[in-house]
């Protein structure tokens, strides 16, 4: 069937019953003035009468068989149309009567989806291919549908095998000869579907387990923290009680009992501060007021280590003032910690607009990173150095690429020629202050004050 076509063979048949009227209407009315004028004897004027209707005869089949070929033509034209635009489409198309729940027409795409043939799917009614609450739920929405409030939607289907089948349509109303009908094209989502449901099971393993990991994590810490605090009393009161009494030996081992104590202490508030969520509450907060902060809390550590540290214009960025002073100290305390023994260190805190984010760096002059573990220095608890050259458990950084991470960025240690390191990290374009783009705070020097 090609829809559609119906008020075309209408209109053209009206021009050819319109054009043979006027055809004949002109022959009848000149020939037989040309007649009247030239011929006066009745015997001879019904001979050419006679004639001239043969005449018309033969011209009325030349023009019946020109304008019904060309009727012909753009039926064919038509017909092509309609194939290349529905019946070949390689898009799964389907023609529907709403109001009767009935197919009226399908494609070979539709057919092949469903199992069907394409004359086979024909007349078949909409029950044979929904379960019963699909059905129901299509029933509900057909005056939506009729009225074009809605367009389409995701329905659960059957196919000719009993296989259930997800699809999406998107459709409108048509008129078929007289036929209020539903026109649709069909895809099949079932795939997308599984995937976004196995994906969101997934998410919520993953939240379920990082939860447990969080709950666990915080349970081990108070729960080891008492026992720590017993033997570090103990050892302390051992070493006051018994001082002067025992050897350099033995006071050599308290002092590493006492140094294990606490660095079991720090490796376990590491945990919990690396195992805590990293959700955060985003605000408009600015950057080189957050490095400001941080920079007077490393104050003494600067001071120690004779340090200088630049900062550069700093953005007004989204992200949790809290959650970003943790990776700015993470950053700042590593480049003053791996200075080099031959110069104080010196610190540069930048940033830019680079490809729709804020992209900050922190530059020092230290002893650098090796390219082979430039990766390795975000995990958990990973050093390069020994503890009595370089104190530290090596947790920072892995909670700084956590919290970037969080905040839709990411970090990365720079590959570079110059001594030092550079750590790079991003944060998501997305903010304008209320009096429009951040322009940055001026540049500021935090130095030792010898």
């Known amino acids: 069937m090609g829809f559609g076509l119906t008020n075309r063979r209408v209109s053209f048949a009206a021009i050819l019953a319109l054009v043979y009227a006027a055809f004949g209407i002109i022959w009848i009315a000149a020939s037989d003035t040309v007649l009247a004028a030239l011929v006066s004897d009745p015997i001879h004027l019904t001979a050419i009468q006679t004639w001239k209707g043969w005449v018309f005869v033969a011209a009325s089949a030349v023009l019946i068989y020109g304008v019904g070929a060309r009727l012909l033509r753009v039926i064919e034209d038509s017909e092509k149309r309609y194939r290349m635009l529905f019946a070949d489409s390689p898009e799964a198309l389907a023609l529907y009567d709403p109001a009767a729940l009935r197919m009226v027409e399908a494609n070979a795409a539709f057919g092949r989806m469903f199992g069907y043939e394409p004359a ?39 196919c000719k095998d009993g296989r259930p089948l997800d699809i999406s349509t998107h459709g409108q109303m048509v008129d078929v000869e007289g036929r209020n009908l539903r026109l ?58 018994y001082h002067g009494q025992l050897d350099g030996e033995a006071h050599q081992f308290i002092a590493f009992a006492v140094e294990g104590i606490h660095r079991l202490k720090t490796l376990i508030d590491d945990v919990e501060s690396f195992a805590l969520s990293s959700a955060f509450i985003p605000a408009s907060v600015a950057a080189g007021q957050v490095v400001g902060e941080v ?31 943790v990776i700015f100290h993470a950053l700042l305390d590593n480049a003053i910690k791996f200075h080099h023994a031959a110069r104080p260190p010196v610190v540069l805190v930048d940033c830019e607009r680079k ?13 650098g990173i090796e390219p082979e573990f430039r990766e390795g220095v975000f995990s958990l608890f990973s050093r390069l150095h020994t503890r009595d050259r370089i104190p530290g458990n090596g947790a920072g950084l892995a909670l700084a690429r956590k919290l970037v991470e969080a905040h839709g960025g990411r970090i990365w240690v720079e590959a570079g020629t110059t001594e030092g390191a550079t750590f790079c990290f991003t944060l998501p374009e997305d903010v304008l202050t209320a009096d429009g783009p951040a322009k940055g705070v001026p540049v500021q020097e935090a130095a030792s004050q010898h």
């Open 120 to 158: 086979e799917a024909c007349g078949l009614h909409l029950s044979e291919l929904m379960p019963p609450e699909t059905l129901q739920a299509l029933e509900r929405e057909i005056p939506r549908l009729i009225s074009g409030q809605k367009a389409g939607g995701v329905w659960r289907m059957r």
């Open 184 to 241: 649709v094209q069909v895809t099949d989502v079932t795939a997308r579907l599984r995937a976004e449901y196995e994906l969101l099971r997934t998410m919520e393993g993953l939240a379920t387990a990082n939860a447990r990991m969080r709950d666990l994590s915080h349970a081990l810490s108070h729960d080891l923290q008492e026992p720590l605090r017993q033997v570090s009393g103990f050892v302390q009161l051992l070493a006051k009680r």
């Open 295 to 325: 920079l007077e809390g490393l104050r003494a550590v600067m001071d120690a280590a004779n340090a200088t540290v630049t900062v550069g214009n700093m953005p007004r960025v989204l992200a949790d003032p809290g959650k970003l002073a």
């Open 355 to 367: 490809d729709g984010v804020w992209l900050f760096r922190v530059s020092d002059n230290g002893i």
